[in-house]
């Protein structure tokens, strides 16, 4: 009995804590739009960070910049450096897209015809496929399928909505991201808002020794890809590949994951 006393507010307190683990789960899913948006300005803060610092360093005469000024000098210098990185690239992606959408498929059937040949003699072979079907009609109607699903109405409202997040994301990205970097308590106020006080202590000294490790790492992940895009557009450009800047940008970003992200941006490049 007295085993069985001292078992169950052990239990209780496990159910309880995976209960509250599970609803904050739930509502981080629910709200992940909201989620994600004030993660991305936390790792725009980061990346900021350095900037500011250094803006407040400038001094004209007696007169220093102000934080808020050297708040919006920020914001512009990060928004000025995604458009320009945005202008260059999404021209690449729309003309690759129209490629691709003026490939004669017919050509492509005819270059493969082959290769499928053997490959369905082979299922033929050990039984793995009717006699009376082929790969060609089994592709084709899957694909006929798909196309049948997809409504223009349905593609419209998709973009009309992914349009609207993509606009709402940018105000609530920028606005979160201005008061991060204004009030740097901010921050700390926010992680103590979603950090149990069980471990406030060791969460604060570990923001203050890795706050300048964080913005360091995400400007050095920055500089990373920036180097490797414009490493990779010269190397591809001296071996004669088209539209070298979209698949060094596909490889160059794909270098932040580790291992896997160099076999997915060579898959990509060699694709196109």
Sequence with gaps: MNNEKFQFPQ???WIFSLSIIGLIIYLMWYFRFLV???LLALILAFMGTPIQNLLQKF????????????TILT????????TLLGYLIVPLFISQAMEFANLDVYKIADYYAEPISKIEQFLYEYQLLPQDKSLETIF?????ETLNTLNLTNIA???IN???NIVMGTFIILFVTFFFLKDNNLVNKFINAVTPDLYLDEIHKIITSSRSLISRYFLGIFSEIIIMIALLSLGFYLVGLKNVILVATICGVMVILPYIGVLIGGFVGLMF
């Design 140 to 144: 084709s109607s899957y694909i006929l």
């Design 75 to 82: 914001l512009v210098s990060l928004v000025s450096i995604f």
């Design 162 to 164: 992914l349009t609207s």
């Design 157 to 159: 409202e998709t973009m």
């Design 11 to 13: 239990i209780a307190k």
């Design 59 to 70: 001094h004209i005469g007696k007169y220093h910049f102000s934080r808020t000024i050297t």
């Design 36 to 38: 994600v948006c004030i």
